[in-house]
T-cell receptor, first 115, second 116 residues
């Protein structure tokens, strides 16, 4: 079975500060991991994904995430927060069953960016 | 750019009424997923289509819920005899997959349902 735990339901940072959103996963198969962002009243937009290969993955809007198998983690970072980064962020793991890939999401982390 | 579209975006209904939502996937995407997102939670898988075939349903999908994807294009999700607990955001996602394990799902804007 697969599961995702996002530590911290709310994170607040100052504009220009480092953003760190934590995600730990559990997976019985090699994990495929995703970060999605959701702006108010909108659907989910893919930020980045890890499937195989390089463990440091770069995504859109300056975000990146590092897959650490030994720590079962896939934390999302951005060196310098911008006001427009305020949104909810979801980490997800592939749940592979019967030839298809449902996504199993964490509960989300709401990021606030203040001036 | 024709991404995944969903209609309506918002729906308010009274308990006991039936509602139907529509999802139009990205053109030529053969897989379509429905998820439900309640307040303060991440999306939860409901059901999945490969072309027109519904291949998996979550235990979250009670017998009041039914989904179709005629002709493997758009999909509808119907909820009969709605209950207040059905209030949620219903998200649709689509992907193009011919058996590979690597896949990216693209989400629509969702339909927010409020049952009074």
């Amino acid at each position: 079975a697969q599961s995702v735990t996002q530590l911290g339901s709310h994170v607040s940072v100052s504009e220009g500060a480092l953003v760190l959103l934590r995600c730990n996963y559990s997976s019985s198969v090699p994990p495929y991991l995703f970060w999605y962002v959701q702006y108010p009243n909108q659907g989910l937009q893919l930020l980045l994904k890890y499937t195989t290969g390089a463990t440091l993955v770069k995504g859109i809007n300056g975000f990146e995430a590092e897959f650490k198998k030994s720590e079962t983690s896939f934390h999302l970072t951005k060196p310098s927060a911008h006001m427009s980064d305020a949104a909810e962020y979801f980490c997800a793991v592939r749940g592979f069953s019967g030839g298809y890939n449902k996504l199993i999401f964490g509960a989300g982390t709401r990021l606030a960016v203040h001036p | 750019d024709t991404g995944v579209s969903q209609n309506p975006r918002h729906k308010i209904t009274k308990r006991g009424q039936n509602v139907t939502f529509r999802c139009d996937p990205i053109s030529e995407h053969n897989r379509l997923y429905w998820y439900r997102q309640t307040l303060g939670q991440g999306p939860e898988f409901l059901t999945y289509f490969q072309n027109e075939a519904q291949l998996e349903k979550s235990r979250l999908l009670s017998d009041r819920f039914s989904a179709e994807r005629p002709k493997g294009s758009f999909s509808t999700l119907e909820i009969q005899r709605t209950e207040q607990g059905d209030s949620a955001m219903y998200l649709c996602a689509s992907s193009l997959n011919f058996g590979q394990v690597q896949e990216t799902q693209y989400f629509g804007p969702g339909t927010r349902l409020l049952v009074l």
